[in-house]
């Protein structure tokens, strides 16, 4: 399983950081991501970071404001966002993917419970 944490109330301009635990099974080997939604919307992908960490990918909204980590002895994934817009609120999901690295949802083997973020002006 894995359980997202972190989200809360921020004002634009603000920073949090997410993380993602996860229980019952490693993270290494596996693609993790982060992906957002707000109601009425298609999931969105934000951000994911390959197992060894070596390689990362931005969505463009979340480019040069977001920095997505890993700490495979922890188990955990981090998604620290700074300068936060009123646009980047959302419920924020963790995903891991057994396979190639991916920016489609529909591509992600599992899942975690979502944690909201909400940015307020």
């Known amino acids: 399983q894995l359980q997202a944490s972190g989200g809360g109330l921020v004002q634009a301009g603000g920073s949090l950081r997410l993380s993602c635990a996860a229980s019952?099974?490693?993270?290494?080997?596996?693609?993790m991501a982060w992906f957002r939604q707000v109601p009425g919307k298609e999931r969105e992908f934000v951000a994911y970071?390959?197992?060894?960490?070596?390689?990362?990918y931005y969505a463009a909204s979340a480019k040069g404001r977001f920095t997505i980590s890993r700490d495979n002895a922890k188990n955990t994934v981090y998604l620290q966002m700074s300068s936060l817009k009123l646009e980047d609120t959302a419920v924020y999901y963790c995903?891991?993917?057994?396979?190639?690295?991916?920016?489609?949802?529909?591509?992600?083997?599992?899942w975690g419970v979502g944690t909201l973020v909400t940015v307020s002006s």
């Open positions: 019952g099974r490693t993270i290494s080997g596996y693609v």
């Open positions: 995903a891991a993917r057994g396979d190639a690295a991916s920016m489609w949802y529909n591509d992600y083997d599992y």
């Open positions: 970071v390959t197992w060894r960490g070596g390689r990362t």
